[in-house]
């Protein structure tokens, strides 16, 4: 079974750009959710999507956002970027929301670069 | 929301040793995993462990919800098992809070 797959690996933008970033989960998972990782502020849950639904949200603000399609593939945009908006995002998927034994399975991330 | 703090913050073995990574959490939880970040960035999903204890060859967690921590053993290290580990917790689903993590150098 393949894993979690992320698109782009790497990418550079500039401050205002936005960017698009994409997320294929595990054959047969239906959760997908997304991290964003930075130096200084670790790791932090960005949001999570479950049969094309958000179903939780972090604290990030609305320059941020996402969506997941059908066929569970997910997708997350960041418009007007900014300097701090460097980070590694990472993608994870479940099979789904809240069942016992749920196991995150994570891509291996996009690396974002703003100049 | 839930905190996490993971000790030690920085760990160095030589090959062979073993180790015991901790972890406690703030409030009760429903969902706790161990991760391990290898040196390329990927997120690996070691156990998934709310309660209980369980084993998966040289590693081994326990997590005692009651007095909410974890502790992950690390046997025999190798220096494959270099890079940080990662504590995350929730109270119900997978809305993840991470601990900021534990750096492990395994020398030879």
């Known amino acids: 079974k393949a894993g979690v797959t992320q698109t782009p690996r790497y990418l550079i933008k500039t401050r205002g750009q936005q960017v698009t970033l994409s997320c294929s989960p595990i054959?047969?998972?239906?959760?997908v959710s997304w991290y964003q990782q930075t130096p200084g502020q670790g790791l932090q849950f960005l949001f999570e999507?479950?049969?094309?639904?958000?179903?939780n949200k972090g604290n990030f603000p609305g320059r941020f956002s996402g969506r997941q399609f059908s066929n569970s593939r997910s997708e997350m945009n960041v418009s007007t970027l900014e300097l701090g908006d460097s980070a590694l995002y990472l993608c994870a998927s479940s099979l789904s929301v809240g069942r016992a034994n749920e196991k995150l399975f994570f891509g291996s991330g996009t690396q974002l670069s703003v100049l | 929301g839930i905190q996490v703090e993971q000790s030690p913050p920085d760990l160095i073995l030589q090959e062979g040793a073993n180790s015991t990574l901790r972890c406690n959490f703030s409030?009760?939880?429903?969902?706790l995993q161990w991760f391990h970040q290898n040196p390329w960035g990927q997120l690996i999903n070691l156990f998934y462990i709310p309660s209980g204890t369980k084993q998966n060859g040289r590693l081994s967690a326990t997590t005692v919800a009651t007095e909410r921590y974890s502790l992950l053993y690390i046997s025999s290290s190798q220096t494959t098992d270099s890079g940080v580990y990662f504590c995350a917790v929730d109270r119900n689903g997978n809305k993840l809070v991470f601990g900021a993590g534990t750096i492990l150098r395994v020398k030879s």
């Open positions: 054959s047969g998972h239906r959760s």
């Open positions: 999507y479950f049969s094309e639904t958000q179903r």
């Open positions: 409030d009760s939880v429903n969902n």
